[in-house]
């Protein structure tokens, strides 16, 4: 089970009461962040449909002397702090209370067109070899005499294709990918070569660029083809309705885009995939604005003072 799926369990049977994030450097030989999650199967009414971050990172004395990476412990008064902070069960500077649905969120799939030019050059008729359904013409999964025979006939599949192809090439450039095809298979048909469905849909791989002008090509629906390079996710808050959220962070900067409705959730069907995380950060963190320029600038110089008379000390 994913960890993503741990928390949904645990969050959406509301069994997690509180976190409570550590001080770092409490054990010996490592340094990871350590955090308590407090559960309960009967919590109280109060409780009920919330969850508790505990910001501890700060409860901490010094260790005398280290071991290892154990600089740091927790003292009793510390303890009884922590423990106070859980049973009150109120919001201070280091304490944070949110609905469990807070931290859940819902990963839509966002497409966007698929946008290519076509065009018959010897260029693009280069490429064509490197295309898998082409490469596999010429070749067999069978032995001796008759597995040479296939792959002589597909090789010469291979030049006939590559032969209709040359004497086609041209300079027109095509944006619309169904009028593109229809002229493609004129010309074979022109000349007496049926293609194979495979092979066709190489061709046109091969003969294809990129565009961001062209129109978006369409499917056998007439509907926009997505383009798997530009295929990206987004994390919608619960909270938040996805076309809501989809409309006012999403279409200001892709308007051709749109959601993937057929990637949905295993366990509600609904349209994109429900996890969870809780990031202490998020909801912890102070920002600290750099220094001025001014004081570094002084700063430095200041050392560079020091190091020149360090040197001229040096030099006698």
Partial sequence: MADSEIRRWVLE????????????QLFYNTGINTYIWVLSNRKEERRKGKVQLIDATGCYAKMRRSLGDKRHEITDEQIREITGLFQTFGESKIVKIFDATEFGYRKITVERPLRLNFCISPERIERLSGEGAFERLATSKK???AGAAEIAEGRR?????????REMAGDEVYTDRQRFEKVLVAGFRKRGVKLDGAVKKAIISALSERDETAPACLDAKGMPEADPDLRDTENVPLKESISGYFEREVLPHVPDAWINESVTDQKDGQVGKVGYEINFNRYFYTYTPPRPLEEIEAEIKGLEAEILVMVKGMMG
């Fill in 157 to 165: 599949q291979q030049d006939l294709v590559l032969s209709v192809l």
């Fill in 143 to 145: 032995k001796g005499d």
């Fill in 13 to 24: 049977n509301d069994w997690l009461e509180a976190i409570v994030a550590l001080p770092g």
